[in-house]
């Protein structure tokens, strides 16, 4: 059964119910006032005739010592008199009851002979009749009685009128509240339709950007139409992110078999080199050699990288240690001066910065240095300058890799530090797209923060801002800001 007929249905049994009541309350009262005031009314006839009522001399009524008034001046059409003796024989009656008479069982009599008045229905020829009896008291003696009838025919085929129009009434309206609240439900349902409608063509087309049109106001639908399409707006960036780090992993894959094909290929050349020649040249042979060791040393990096990654996704968290920062920059710096080749490296590590420890993985936080270094070897043309900066307070370490290379374009900036990103420029150079997303990673082991600044064809600065764990509260010397 569908919300719509439900809620029509119980709107129309609602209504109905709620006029059958009604019809029955208005009819009963209707009836109960009506019976009374027939009572009402039959009393004051019987005591206008009692007052009109002589007595000459108390005695029986046939001693014509009461003299009767006219019954008929009080008859009324429907109005019927009757006078009996206390023997209960018809004394008088009015003329419009004809030859007919008031029954009297012997019961009303000898209630009447107490001196009580009382109303009872009688069945007068084919008539239901409405009578009051009165007794009729001289000289504290009951004499005879006196009733007053009146038919019921009227008010009950008034009342039989009322009913069927009540009925008639309560059908009809039942009939029109289930007609307006079928499309009462159907118009308060129209938006849950289109919802439902919305929700299949996004299903059958997979279109995650289609939203529910809602032009209503802001009630339970308008907020569910909101949750819904602010849903929908939350499963499209994810579906978009999914899709992303997809093509992303895709060029990955494409990355690293082109980077591991690369320098198998020229392990193999060497080899095979060696194999022809390496007997007779043994200079040939020992640049064979350095070649392959170079690239297995490549490889192994790439592999590294990888490794590094999948350990952050399975949740590593790094075990930090007090680290004196000092001897960190020393050995990273140590090892990147190897690679500067022709690239004019300047170190400068502030006086402030000797004492300072910080809260580190000492191999991670050397790889973290070791990868802006290397990226800023790799990314400046030679002869650049590189720059290694550190700077200390007593509240942080400020390590900055200053370059003056290619530069970063500026809408590349937010996506070099996700996974597998590599810009169209840095393509020919060597490289995984790896380096900045594991050191956005290990910065965050470490409460640090990393950030990059970078105009084009003059040069990217990468700070990173480190805690610091314990100093000797030396004085930050010409900090510069960093974004
Ligand atoms: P990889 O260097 O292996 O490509 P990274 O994650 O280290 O991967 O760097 C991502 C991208 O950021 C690089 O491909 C390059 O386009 C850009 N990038 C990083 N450092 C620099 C830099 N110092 N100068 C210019 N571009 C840089």
Redesign the pocket.
């Known amino acids: 059964m569908t919300i719509r007929l439900k809620l029509t249905l119980w709107y129309s049994i609602v209504i109905g119910l709620t006029l059958i009541a009604f019809s029955i309350i208005i009819y009963t009262f209707l009836s109960y006032s009506l019976a009374q005031e027939i009572d009402r009314n039959l009393a004051g006839r019987a005591m206008g005739v009692v007052r009109s009522i002589k007595v000459l001399d108390p005695g029986l009524l046939r001693s014509q010592k009461i003299v009767l008034p006219d019954v008929d001046v009080f008859g009324y059409p429907n109005t019927y008199l009757q006078v009996v003796d206390s023997n209960g024989n018809v004394v008088a009656k009015s003329s419009n009851l004809f030859n007919y008479n008031f029954p009297l069982s012997r019961a009303a009599l000898a209630q009447s002979q107490n001196g009580e008045s009382f109303y009872e229905w009688l069945e007068v020829g084919d008539q239901r009749m409405r009578i009051y009896n009165y007794p009729l008291v001289a000289e504290n003696r009951v004499v005879g009685l006196l009733q007053v009838g009146q038919t019921f025919a009227g008010v009950q085929a008034a009342l039989g009128r009322l009913r069927w129009l009540l009925w008639f009434i309560s059908g009809l309206m039942i009939l029109a509240a289930g007609t307006i609240g079928w499309w009462l439900a159907k118009a308060a349902l129209k938006p849950v339709e289109d919802i439902s409608k919305t929700a299949t063509v996004i299903r059958q087309d997979l279109n995650l950007q289609q939203r529910i049109d809602y032009q209503g106001p802001r009630d339970e639908l308008g907020q569910l139409v909101e949750t819904l399409n602010s849903m929908l707006d939350s499963l499209e960036a994810a579906y978009q992110k999914l899709a992303e780090s997809h093509d992303a992993q895709k060029r990955f894959v494409a990355d690293v078999s082109h980077e591991l094909k690369t320098p198998l290929t020229t392990i193999r050349g060497n080899i095979d080199l060696i194999r022809k020649m390496g007997d007779e040249h043994p200079d040939i042979r020992h640049e064979a050699m350095d070649d392959i060791a170079s690239e297995a040393e490549r490889m192994s990096r790439l592999v590294l990288d990888m490794l590094v990654l999948a350990r952050a996704d399975a949740g590593l968290t790094l075990p930090l240690k007090p680290v004196v920062l000092c001897d960190v920059i020393q050995q990273v710096a140590r090892q990147a001066k190897l690679l500067a080749g022709a690239i004019d490296f300047k170190i400068s590590l502030a006086e402030e910065c000797q004492q300072t420890v910080i809260l580190a993985d000492p191999d991670y936080l050397k790889q973290l240095v070791f990868?802006?270094l290397?990226?800023?070897f790799?990314?400046?043309t030679k002869p650049g300058t590189v720059e290694l900066q550190v700077k200390c307070n007593q509240d942080q370490v400020q390590i900055e890799?200053k370059?003056n290379?290619?530069?970063?374009e500026p809408d590349?900036l937010e996506n070099?530090?996700a996974r597998f990103?590599?810009?169209d420029?840095?393509?020919p150079?060597?490289?995984?797209?790896?380096?900045?997303?594991?050191?956005k990673w290990i910065a965050e082991q470490h409460q640090a923060t990393l950030r990059?600044k970078?105009i084009l064809q003059e040069?990217?600065t990468?700070t990173i801002m480190f805690p610091v764990y314990a100093s000797n509260k030396f004085k930050i010397g010409g900090a510069r800001e960093s974004t």
């Open positions: 990868i802006l290397d990226n800023a790799k990314y400046t890799v370059d290379g290619m530069g970063i590349e070099i530090f990103y590599r810009s420029k840095s393509r150079v060597g490289g995984t797209g790896l380096g900045l997303s594991i050191a990059v970078s040069g990217s990468f």
